[in-house]
T-cell receptor
Framework: KQEVTQIPAALSVPEGENLVLNCSFT??????LQWFRQDPGKGLTSLLL?????REQTSGRLNASLDKSSGRSTLYIAASQPGDSATYLC??????????FGTGTRLTVIP | NAGVTQTPKFRVLKTGQSMTLLCAQD?????MYWYRQDPGMGLRLIHY???????AKGEVPDGYNVSRLKKQNFLLGLESAAPSQTSVYFC?????????????FGAGTRLSVL
C-alpha cells in the first residue's frame, strides 16, 4: 500500500519568505502526484498536478517538482503572503481511483 | 457555478441511528468519491463510483453503503452509526479516469456519533 508522508507537520514563516514543503511516497509506480490546499472548515482545492512523465508544474507563485526515483515531491511557494496560510496536502495516485493522501503541512505566514 | 455540494454540513447522531449524506455535482462528471478525514491521518477512500449505477469499495468501506442512481448524485449511508464513524466526510468528483483529471471536492460534512 502506498504511504505518503509530509514533513514538517507545521511551519511558520514571515511574510515575503520563499518556502518549500516536502512530500515523500513509498511506491514509485504512480500515475501522478497532486498538491491540494485546505482552508479550515473547507474542502480541498487542487493546486497542481504532476503527471508521472513530468518533472515539474508551475502556477503563479507555486512550483511543484517530482522525482519518482527517489519518491519525493516538493512544493515551492515564492514570496509568501498571509493569504497562503492553510494546510497543504499532497496525494499520490497509483491507479484510476486510488489517491493516497499525506497528513498535510499546516502553513502560517506571519504579516 | 456550484461544483460539488454536500448536505448536511453538520450532524450529530446517537449510536445505532442511521443517516444518509448527499453529494451533488453539476459538472457532468463520471467519477465520484467519498472520503473520510480523521486527525493525524490522511483522507481515506470509503467508496467510489465510475458512472451512474456503479459503485465500488475503497480502502475503508466497512459500515457504509453507497448508491449512484443518478449521475449527478452520490449518496453515502450509515445504517447503524458507531462512535468510530465520527469524522469529516468529503465527496469529490472528476471528469474521468485519466491521469490528468483532477478531483473537485465538496466542503465536507462534520459528523459526530455519540
Amino acid at each position: 500500500k502506498q504511504e505518503v508522508t509530509q514533513i514538517p507537520a507545521a511551519l511558520s514563516v514571515p511574510e515575503g519568505e520563499n518556502l518549500v514543503l516536502n512530500c515523500s511516497f513509498t511506491d514509485s509506480a504512480i500515475y501522478n502526484l497532486q498538491w491540494f490546499r485546505q482552508d479550515p472548515g473547507k474542502g480541498l482545492t487542487s493546486l497542481l498536478l504532476i503527471q508521472s512523465s513530468q518533472r515539474e508544474q508551475t502556477s503563479g507563485r507555486l512550483n511543484a517538482s517530482l522525482d519518482k526515483s527517489s519518491g519525493r515531491s516538493t512544493l515551492y511557494i515564492a514570496a509568501s503572503q498571509p493569504g497562503d496560510s492553510a494546510t497543504y496536502l499532497c496525494a499520490a495516485q497509483t491507479g484510476a481511483n486510488n489517491l493516497f493522501f499525506g497528513t498535510g503541512t499546516r502553513l502560517t505566514v506571519i504579516p | 457555478n456550484a461544483g460539488v455540494t454536500q448536505t448536511p454540513k453538520f450532524r450529530v447522531l446517537k449510536t445505532g441511528q442511521s443517516m444518509t449524506l448527499l453529494c451533488a455535482q453539476d459538472m457532468n462528471h463520471e467519477y465520484m468519491y467519498w472520503y473520510r478525514q480523521d486527525p493525524g491521518m490522511g483522507l481515506r477512500l470509503i467508496h467510489y463510483s465510475v458512472g451512474e449505477g456503479t459503485t465500488a469499495k475503497g480502502e475503508v468501506p466497512d459500515g457504509y453503503n453507497v448508491s449512484r442512481l443518478k449521475k449527478q448524485n452520490f449518496l453515502l449511508g450509515l445504517e447503524s452509526a458507531a462512535p468510530s464513524q465520527t469524522s469529516v466526510y468529503f465527496c469529490a468528483s472528476r471528469r474521468g479516469g485519466g491521469a490528468k483529471n483532477i478531483q473537485y471536492f465538496g466542503a465536507g460534512t462534520r459528523l459526530s456519533v455519540l
